[in-house]
């Protein structure tokens, strides 16, 4: 259900800033951008008469209902008021007040792609002392933190993906590059490489490296492993079964197309157009269509990597240009200041940043594309531009 707020709930909220630790100056820090408090939504957006309430169930076996929309720092009695001002809440009992939270953060830009502190070896921070929101952020950063503990107790290498391999690589790289200002939350428009970090892939992308980091079971381990070989086989199949312009199944075909054939085409070729899915062709083809959750799963995949090819390959020419840069170590212990060219402005920000990679170096804010030259240049004279992450 949706509940709205309306003149009365905002002249409560307004009469109450002055009681809101938010409006006092108790609480200083940022909040998160995409989800203000109702305070802040009456505050900010004073031209709106009314805003919307979510009512979400907390769950299958309470009557507790979370009014999504209007998170709160106001005291306990403005809050009783101003809830039960919206139409349907007249009665309503709250059994958990509203309340804000301001908590210290540890500077991402001096952890490493690992979530090691840099100055404590063993100390790994994820989650939400790192900037971040909660939820999937702080997840993910569990996620990656812990594995890497795990490899550092066994004297492994740590690992960290790359911008192109996982969200997780792209937040990560973000944080320890750039900082934040407030609380950090991911999307896919932080992503320059989204074609390639599809839902559909995911498995195919990191899988096998979860394997290796002793993160994937062997029941997941074996479903990955059918999926992947069906959809090698399958994607050979459609490459090497052709369509000829007068068979049967193009003249069903044409019935399909704007334009009929005009010469042989292989299901592969076919399956790019915008007209025609692989159900479709399976249909024309008369073959079987996969009914299990698995095979669905697969098809999906294989449709979209036709459907987009064209727009996949040049990314992924990007992602090996970018690559050269990105697996190419600065180490540790590099002295900046020893690097002949630079400005003093960014010899001080490639410091103060302490980049891991050259790739790194070029996404530092202020860092040009003739320092990373210089940069390079140094590392070669050095004899340590030859040095990759694995």
Request: proline share 5%; glycine share 8%; hydrophobic share 35%.
């Amino acid at each position: 259900h949706i509940a709205y707020t309306h003149q009365q709930t905002h002249e409560i909220i307004r009469e109450g800033l002055d009681r809101s630790p938010m409006y006092t100056g108790v609480i200083e820090g940022i909040g998160p951008r995409y989800c203000p408090s109702i305070e802040d939504k009456i505050h900010r957006f004073a031209d709106k008469s009314s805003h919307q309430v979510f009512i979400e169930p907390e769950g299958l076996r309470t009557h507790e209902l979370y009014p999504n929309g209007i998170s709160t720092s106001l005291p306990f009695d403005i809050q009783m008021r101003f809830i039960r001002s919206i139409d349907g809440f007249a009665n309503a009992h709250v059994t958990r007040p509203g309340y804000a939270i301001e908590y210290d953060f540890f500077d991402p830009r001096d952890l490493k792609p690992s979530l090691e502190t840099r100055f404590i070896q063993g100390l790994f921070f994820c989650g939400q002392i790192n900037g971040t929101t909660g939820y999937e952020e702080a997840a993910a950063q569990g996620l990656l933190a812990g594995a890497n503990a795990a490899l550092q107790v066994q004297d492994k290498p740590a690992w960290s993906p790359r911008r192109d391999q996982a969200y997780i690589g792209v937040m990560v790289d973000d944080l320890i590059t750039h900082g934040t200002q407030e609380p950090y939350r991911m999307f896919t428009s932080r992503a320059e490489y989204r074609l390639t970090l599809r839902q559909d892939n995911a498995d195919t992308r990191l899988t096998e490296m979860g394997r290796e980091l002793g993160l994937i079971d062997e029941a997941r381990w074996q479903h990955f492993c059918e999926k992947r070989e069906w959809v090698e086989k399958e994607s050979a199949r459609l490459s090497s079964t052709w369509i000829q312009p007068q068979s049967t199944a193009a003249q069903k075909l044409n019935q399909r197309l704007e334009k009929p054939l005009s010469h042989e085409y292989n299901l592969a070729e076919l399956l790019k157009r915008p007209e025609l899915d692989y159900a479709i062709l399976c249909e024309i083809n008369e073959q079987p269509l996969p009914s299990s959750e698995l095979h669905s799963q697969a098809v999906e995949q294989i449709e979209i990597q036709a459907k987009y090819a064209g727009y996949i390959d040049r990314q992924q020419q990007d992602i090996d240009k970018q690559l050269r840069y990105e697996t190419s170590l600065i180490p540790g212990d590099f002295d900046f200041n020893q690097v002949k060219g630079l400005s003093n402005e960014v010899r001080q920000k490639l410091v103060d940043g302490q980049p891991g990679t050259i790739g790194q170096a070029g996404r530092i804010p202020g860092v040009t594309p003739a320092a990373v030259s210089l940069l390079l240049v140094h590392l070669k004279k050095l004899g340590l531009l030859g040095k990759k992450i694995a």
